[in-house]
Every structure is written in C-alpha cells, then in structure tokens.
C-alpha cells in the first residue's frame, strides 16, 4: 500500500542556512507518527512544508500520492479540504465562539445550511470531551486543555483522513496531557486517523506513536518506537537515554 504521505530529498534553506539536507519521510495509512527534534532542527519548518505553507529548494511532498509542491493554489486547496491541523497555540480566532472557529473550515469547503452547520460543529465539539455549553464560549474564557480541545473539534471538522498535531500537549500539567493523549489515541481508532504528530514530550511518545522519525543533522531517522531508541546517533541516545527518559523508556520494555 502506498504511503499516505511521502517525503522524499526535502531541502529547506534560509540564506546560508541550510535546514533539511535531503530527508526523507513515510507515514503510512491508520498510524501514528511521531516528529521530534532538538531546537533548530527544523521541525516547525517541516510541518510547513508539508502543509503546503511554503515551498522547498528541493525535494517533493506527496499527499495521497499527489506532489504538492507543483501545484496550483487551486489544487492545494482541495488537498487542505482532506486533512486537519491543531497549531501548537490552538490558532484559535479570539473574536469568534467555539463553535464558529470550528465552523470555519466547513463555510470555506462546504455547502451547508447554518442550522447544518451548527449542528455539525458541536457534534465536533462534543467528540473532543467539550461540554456542550463551551461552543458559545470564546477562546479567552476557556482553559489551556479546552484551548487544545477546542482547535482539535476545527481540525476536524471536515472529517479528514489525515491529522496533524503540533506539540498537542505543550503547556499542560501531567494530567491534563495524559487525558489528551487517551483522547488522540480514541479518535485515531474509532475514526481511522493517520496522524503526524510533533512533540517533545517523551511521554506522548510513548503513549500514543507507533513510529517515530528524529530530525539530526538536517536528515530524519526513522523506525518504530522499539528500535529507534538503540539508534547510536548522539542526540537520539541523549533524548530516549537521558535521565528523564529512562523510566519511561524500562515500562515500556517491561510491558
């Protein structure tokens, strides 16, 4: 089965400095694929490019089995439609309701009623653990978690086959982030999501990633959460081997 996305001699420069130097990428259909790298190592820089947000020097970006980096606004708007994206700050438009900062995507790609429209939208709210009354709350009066929360019902609100999250759990307490994690984990089964996730948080990792690509040295290595770890590169041995990583890293063996 073709890849769901493909990322094949991605070069990313800004003046003299050169960002991604040939990386390649793969995410297959239904899994959950983890990004992480240390600061500066371009993952932010990815996560646009793959997008659609801005163009390479070099290298392709495949979608569906669809090059985006050669098409058109158009034809990278109807690609937008098919996945979901939550921002690491949520993105959230402070002057708008939940409720419509999660209608948004539906009036820009959907023909729908408002009465449609509004119903849908809080069904969205409702799957991602909202109550129900905070679809007519704004974006100030909520919490850091329902923030998450809230652009995780935008992203999908087009029911998309493809999610992507940017550091979904930053800023929440242990809690707070495990209950989140359960949440991706729930949606990813019972909707059949395939999602691309960036994080540093080592216990996202391993809760909810099936594979994991680590951004060194302008390059991604890739392999399952089992194998990368033994990955000899320095960074990789520091980030899985380091001491905040090492209980973590023995439950999961010992499992």
């Known amino acids: 089965m073709d890849p769901v996305l493909e990322v094949q001699g991605l070069v990313n420069r800004f003046g003299t400095q050169l960002v991604h130097d040939g990386l390649n990428m793969q995410v297959a259909q239904d899994e959950v694929f983890g990004i992480v790298g240390g600061s500066g190592s371009g993952k932010s820089v990815l996560l646009r490019t793959i997008l659609g ?30 996945y979901g994206v939550s921002f690491q700050q949520g993105a959230l438009y402070s002057g708008l309701t939940v409720l419509q900062n999660v209608q948004l995507p539906m009036i820009e790609h959907l023909q729908l009623t408002a009465a449609a429209r509004d119903e849908l939208a809080l069904l969205k ?38 999610l992507f999250l940017d550091e979904p759990t930053s800023g929440l307490d242990p809690v707070s982030a495990a209950a989140f994690d359960e949440l991706v984990l729930y949606l990813q089964q019972h909707l059949r999501l ?25 390059r991604m290595e890739s392999d399952t959460l089992e194998r990368i770890v033994d990955h000899p590169h320095p960074w990789i041995q520091a980030y899985f081997h380091g001491e905040r990583a090492r209980e973590r890293l023995g439950a999961a063996r010992g499992a």
């Open 53 to 82: 947000l801005q163009r390479p020097q070099a290298g392709v970006v495949r979608i569906g089995g669809s090059d985006i980096t050669q098409m058109s606004p158009p034809q990278l708007r109807a690609v937008k439609a098919r």
């Open 194 to 218: 395939t999602m691309v996730m960036i994080t540093h948080d080592l216990d996202t990792i391993f809760r909810t990633c099936n594979r994991v690509g680590v951004i060194v040295d302008g």
């Open 125 to 162: 709210i409702c799957l991602v653990g909202l109550p129900a009354d905070a679809a007519a709350k704004y974006p100030a009066q909520l919490s850091g978690g329902m923030v998450k929360r809230a652009a995780l019902a935008r992203a999908l609100a087009l029911d998309p086959s493809l």
